[in-house]
């Protein structure tokens, strides 16, 4: 069982390592897709800048989520969960790319996961 645990925390842990730095570097490119086109006309309306460089700056803190998974598991992968759950909530209150919201918070369920799985010492537990 112990193998196959940290089998899974090691998956979930590279996973949501990886794929904000990924995404957070991607901010800076646009190779995977125009992330401005996530921001409501009510979210641009507001902001104290350009569009791009709001999104550039949401880069920089989804590099630094993914680093601190990578890191400091545990707090990291709180981070992440928070972050994909006020994300997914923008979308929501803004009603656009309501299937991004739910894919959004379907992984932040896997990121609180990987945080409760990092917490707890299953070696006492009977297979």
């Known amino acids: 069982m112990e193998t196959n645990l940290q ?3 090691n998956i979930l842990k ?7 730095i990924v995404a957070g570097l991607d901010k800076f490119t646009n190779i995977l897709t125009d ?3 996530y921001i409501s006309d009510g979210m641009a309306s507001i902001l104290p800048m350009s569009e791009s460089s ?3 700056v949401v880069g920089v803190i989804e590099i630094i989520a993914g680093v601190i ?3 400091k598991t545990k707090i990291g992968a709180y981070i992440v969960s928070a ?5 997914a909530l923008t979308l929501i209150f803004s009603w656009t790319y309501v299937d991004v919201a ?3 918070l379907v992984m932040a369920i896997g990121a609180f996961c990987l945080a409760t799985l990092w917490t707890n010492d299953f070696s006492k537990v009977a297979a």
Do not use: E, S
């Not at 590279?14 to 904000?20: E, K, L, W």
């Not at 972050?83 to 994300?87: E, G, K, N, Q, T």
């Open 102 to 104: 739910v894919r959004d």
């Open 69 to 71: 998974v990578l890191t």
């Open 54 to 56: 709001f999104m550039m």
């Open 35 to 37: 992330w401005t086109h």
């Open 83 to 87: 972050w994909l759950v006020a994300i």
């Open 7 to 9: 089998l899974v925390k």
């Open 14 to 20: 590279y996973t949501f390592g990886i794929v904000p």
